[in-house]
C-alpha cells in the first residue's frame, strides 16, 4: 500500500491545531498524552521545525544503554542494538537539536520488581560526531541496564521550519500562548527564552514580575551552540533556573561547562 | 452518508500511521474552512469542499479493512463519552482560546495512554502549610491546613547538609507510577525577598531535587525533595502534580 509522502503527513499534522474541521474534533478525542512506540510528530520546536517523538522499547531487548563512562558526576549510557551497533542514525533520523530525552526505569524492591515504582528520568544528550555516537547521561544515580524505555524528542536536520503549529503544548514559542487552564480555571501560559552566550555561574533575563501570578513549570535546555550536546535543566542536572524578585528576571546558574553555551527555557505560568 | 466520531478519529489514526493513502481525501481534511461539519450527533461533509459521498464512503471501506490500535478496540466511545466529546467541542467553540490541552485538576482525569494502551490519570495536590517566621526544626511550618490532607503525609528530615522534604501523595488505586509532569512549590526565602522556584536545581539559591522512591506503603509514590541547608524559608504552597497508570486489581 502506498503511505502519504512525508509532505502529505505534514499537512496533515499541521491542521491538528487549527480551530475549524476535523482536527479541532480529532483534538477533542485524542488525550493528551499517547504514548507510541515508534516516532510520531509532537510539536513545533522555536524555530519553526517540526519536533518528533521517539519512544524506544529497551525491554525488548533490541535497544541497551551500556554504562559508558563516570565522570566529574557525571554518569553516560551509551545507545546501542543487540548487534552492538551504536550508531545514532540506526535510532533516529537526522538529529539536530535534542528538545528532552527521558527514561524510564524499574527499581522496585523486594518482590515488586516488576513495575514502575516512578522513575521518569530526564537526561542529557552528547552527541559524538567522530563515531556518531549517542551518550546519555544525568549527573545522578542511575543504572543504563535497568532502562526499559527511552523517549527522546528532537529535530531534524532534513525539515525546513514550517508555520503550522500542532496546537500542542509542544508548540514551543517566542511568544505567550494559552496552553491550558490551571486548577481554578485560570489560563496557563506559556513562554519560551532563548539565550546565547550564556558563561558559567550566574546569568539574569528580564521578565517582569508583573507578567505572572504564579510560576508552575520552568523546563528547558542548555546546550552547545553546535547542537551536539543538550544538557536539561532541573533535576539531575547542573543548570537551575529560578524566578529571582529582586532582580526582575530569571536567574540561570550553570555549574557545567560545555563550551559556547545557549540556554532555551519554557516557562508556565499563570496571571 | 455519515461518519461517527470513532470512525473519524480511527480514520485520521489510520492515516497518522500511514496506512490509508488517499491525498484528496488528506487535503480536504486539513481544509481549515471546515470540509466537515458535526450537527450535535454526527460528522458529516461540509464547508467549501465537502467529502463526496463517495470519499466517505470509502473512508467507510477503509476502516472495514483497518485493525485499529488495540485501546479504540477495547475502549470505544460510549454514550458518556458522547456527551463529553460534545460539551467539549461546545465549549471549545466559545471558549477565547483554541487549544486546551493541559488541564491541571485537583480531581483526577484521564490525560492519555501509555504505550501497552493502558489510561495514564493526572492529579493535582495542593498543599498549604501553616506560615512560619523562620524555618524551624521542629517541622512546625510542615504542617498543613488543607482539609484533604488525608490524601498525602508529609514529613522532614535534615542531615548535616541537607534538608530532604517528602510528601507521600495517595491517588486511589494507583499502581505503576510513570511520570512526574508538573511540580510547582511557591515558596519565600529570606533574603531574596520572594522567589519562585519550581523545584530546579539552582545552587546557591535554592536547590532541589525532586525524584521518587519507594515508599513503606507498596505502590505508594513519594516525592522526594532535597534542598541544601540555606537560610530561612518560608514554605507556603505545593502544588504536586503527578501522572500515573493504575495497576489491575
Known sequence: ?271 | MSLSFNEVRQYVIGLLQNYFPNKKILNKIGEEDGSLTYDGSEIKGGGSSPLTEEEMQEIKDQLSSYSPPAYAVADPLTNSDMEEIKQSMAMHCKQPFPVEQHRYSLNEQKVGEWIDDSPIYEKTFHIEFVAASSFSMNGEHLVSKNENASEYDCWWTQSSSNLNFYVKVKPDNTGDIMIIKDVTFVYLQNGYKSTFSPFNNSSNVVQFQKGFQLAEEPNKPVLFISTPWNGNLYWTDAYITVRYTKQEV
Not at chain 1, 543548570?239 to 529571582?244: A, F, K, P, Q
Open chain 1, 1 to 271: 500500500m502506498n503511505s502519504p509522502t512525508k509532505e502529505q503527513m505534514k499537512e496533515l499534522m499541521g491542521y491538528l491545531g487549527q480551530t475549524l474541521s476535523v482536527p479541532q474534533v480529532v483534538q477533542n478525542f485524542q488525550p493528551s498524552d499517547t504514548y507510541l512506540l515508534g516516532e510520531r510528530m509532537i510539536g513545533r520546536w522555536v524555530n519553526g521545525k517540526p519536533i518528533y517523538r521517539y519512544v524506544l522499547d529497551c525491554s525488548e531487548h533490541e535497544i541497551n544503554l551500556v554504562r559508558n563512562t563516570t565522570s566529574n558526576g557525571r554518569i553516560d549510557g551509551i545507545l546501542q542494538d543487540n548487534n552492538n551497533t551504536k550508531r545514532v542514525d540506526n535510532f533516529l533520523d537526522h538529529p539536530e537539536q535534542f528538545i528532552s530525552a527521558h527514561c524510564w526505569t524499574r527499581y522496585g524492591g523486594g518482590d515488586d520488581t516488576t513495575r514502575y515504582q516512578s522513575n521518569c528520568i530526564p537526561l542529557g544528550c552528547d552527541l559524538d560526531t567522530n563515531d556518531n555516537t549517542l551518550d546519555l547521561y544525568t549527573f545522578g544515580y542511575w543504572n543504563p541496564s535497568q532502562v526499559d524505555y527511552l523517549q527522546i524528542d528532537y529535530t531534524k536536520t532534513t525539515d525546513e521550519p514550517t508555520a503550522y503549529k500542532l496546537g500542542s503544548p509542544y508548540d514551543y514559542s517566542l511568544d505567550e500562548t494559552i496552553i491550558g487552564s490551571w486548577i481554578d480555571g485560570r489560563p496557563v501560559y506559556q513562554k519560551t527564552f532563548v539565550t546565547t552566550m550564556i558563561n558559567d555561574g550566574e546569568s539574569f533575563v528580564a521578565f517582569d514580575r508583573s507578567n505572572f501570578d504564579k510560576i508552575l513549570e520552568i523546563t528547558g535546555i542548555h546546550n552547545t551552540n553546535d547542537l551536539t550536546e543538550m544538557n536539561p535543566v532541573g533535576y539531575l542536572s547542573a543548570i537551575g533556573i529560578c524566578y529571582r524578585e529582586n532582580k526582575n528576571a530569571f536567574r540561570i546558574n550553570i555549574n557545567y561547562s560545555p563550551i559556547n553555551e545557549s540556554v532555551i527555557f519554557t516557562v508556565r505560568y499563570i496571571k
